[in-house]
């Protein structure tokens, strides 16, 4: 089990769909982070949120759009994707610097 | 930028025996983390690095930081299959960074 929810677990849309992925931890982090992972690799960043304000964008493209309503809750907006975008997106939060990262369990994207 | 190599890409091994997984890093890291991925699972921590020529143990598990900061290894004695799955090193380099690089990992297949 782990304090990092993520809905949906899976989630198949297609490539003219808007969908959302949603995060939430209740740890009191203040850091919170979108990374994707494609089969085999490692996770590759893609946002870092430090105290709600977007922190680190690693030049994702605007078809993805991440948004962090309060300390416990981080969104990623879809709209657009490409078949290429298919990946496990995971959430991950931690206490602000140099420290351990805890991951959701991912939502496992299908782009159609 | 920071790169951090990890060898070896797979790993078999018979029940009982050891395994170790290294990583070794471009530049400097101010700490190195370590994290499993079960099979359909996501990374959890395992333990975080921070000083030079640091050794800190877990049980089966022994974990290494060189010297110079630049390469670590991971070390589990006596393999069982619960020890099954991805073994991902993440350096970081600056002290106040959120950017974690993360190795390529070794994938630990244990065979009974």
């Known amino acids: 089990d782990t304090e990092v929810t993520q809905t949906p677990k899976h989630l198949v849309m297609g490539m003219t769909n808007k969908k959302s992925l949603k995060c939430e931890q209740h740890m009191g982090h203040r850091a919170m982070y979108w990374y994707k992972q494609k089969a085999k690799k490692p996770p590759e960043l893609m946002f870092v949120y430090s105290y709600e304000k977007l922190s680190i964008n690693e030049s994702v493209p605007s078809r993805f759009s991440p948004e962090c309503p309060n300390s416990s809750l981080l969104n990623l907006h879809l709209h657009a994707l490409q078949p290429e975008d298919s990946a496990l997106y995971l959430c991950?939060?931690?206490?602000?610097?140099?420290?351990?990262?805890?991951f959701g369990n991912g939502t496992r994207l299908t782009v159609t | 930028g920071q790169q951090v190599m990890q060898i070896p890409q797979y790993q078999h091994v018979q029940e009982g025996e050891d395994f170790t997984t290294y990583c070794n890093s471009s530049t400097t890291l101010s700490n190195i983390q370590w994290y499993k991925q079960r099979p359909g699972g996501h990374p959890v921590f395992l333990i975080q690095?921070?000083?030079?020529?640091e050794v800190k143990k877990q049980k089966r598990l022994t974990f290494q930081f060189g010297e110079a900061k630049k390469n670590s290894s991971l070390h589990i004695t006596a393999t069982q299959t619960t020890d099954v799955g991805t073994y991902f090193c993440?350096?970081?380099?600056?002290?106040?960074?959120?950017?974690?690089?993360f190795g390529k990992g070794t994938k630990l297949s244990v065979i009974p």
């Open positions: 690095l921070v000083k030079s020529g």
């Open positions: 991950a939060s931690s206490v602000p610097y140099n420290s351990p990262l805890h």
């Open positions: 993440a350096g970081r380099s600056g002290a106040g960074s959120y950017q974690l690089t």
